[in-house]
């Protein structure tokens, strides 16, 4: 007689769902675009190399994306909700003082441009150098990232003029404008000559151009 009491589950994650292997290839592709379009941006990389990378079949491309617009989208949202999140990590860590965040910030930006050798750039940037042959709908969401990005800065500095580190009459929206345009093209720079040179450059002259 076959015994059809139902032995107990060893202990560990529960077993994957179809649902969670969807999310898990979805994410997969995902996190496979940021690393791609970081260094080739979104006209030049084809969706077959990035199936080819994750062993996704190209027949499913699909299943997850009504689009590769629909997809540079998803990519450009992760990265952006990555991106703010190293941001915060910096300009809100309150055991430095303002501008010590910024500095920070680039430091650890330097580290992390170098450890990829210069071939990664910045997503946003990236993506901003194509947009006059990008689908419209790239336009806007580039620019809510740049805006999202200066908030965050803006309220650094005001915070920076609050301590004593700016005067009351800096204008910290003008400053974090200032600050992710000439970031954007050092990083632009630095991946051309392949060091940190440009990211050394800009924020010694930025800090020295700060108003006192």
């Known amino acids: 007689m076959t015994d059809m009491t139902a032995k107990p589950r060893r202990p560990g994650r529960p077993p994957k769902t179809a ?5 898990d290839t979805r994410q997969a592709l995902i996190r496979c675009g940021v690393e791609v379009l970081t260094e080739q ?8 190399s990035i199936l080819k990378r994750v ?11 009504a689009s590769k ?21 910096w300009l809100l860590d309150d055991t430095l003082s303002p501008l010590e965040r910024v500095a920070g910030f ?11 050798a210069y071939r990664r750039g910045c997503l946003v940037g990236n993506l901003g150098q194509e947009v006059g042959m990008l ?13 999202d990005w200066q908030r965050r800065l803006c309220e650094c500095f005001d915070a920076a003029r609050q301590a004593g580190e700016l005067p009351v009459h800096a204008d910290c929206r003008e400053l974090a404008a200032y600050f992710w345009i000439g970031w954007e093209g050092a990083v632009l ?11 050394n450059t800009f924020i010694t002259g930025f800090l020295r151009g700060l108003p006192r």
């Open 19 to 23: 649902r969670a292997d969807d999310f």
């Open 41 to 48: 941006g979104f006209m030049a990389t084809g969706i077959d």
């Open 55 to 65: 062993g996704v079949p190209k027949g499913s491309f699909y299943h997850y994306f």
């Open 69 to 89: 617009e629909a997809y540079g989208l998803e990519v450009l949202a992760s990265y952006a909700e990555y991106f703010a999140r190293r941001l915060d990590r």
């Open 106 to 116: 680039v430091q650890h930006s330097r580290v992390s441009m170098a450890r990829y």
């Open 135 to 147: 689908p419209e709908g790239f336009r806007d969401a580039l620019e809510r990232i740049f805006l």
């Open 189 to 199: 720079r630095a991946r051309l000559v392949q060091g940190d040179g440009p990211l």
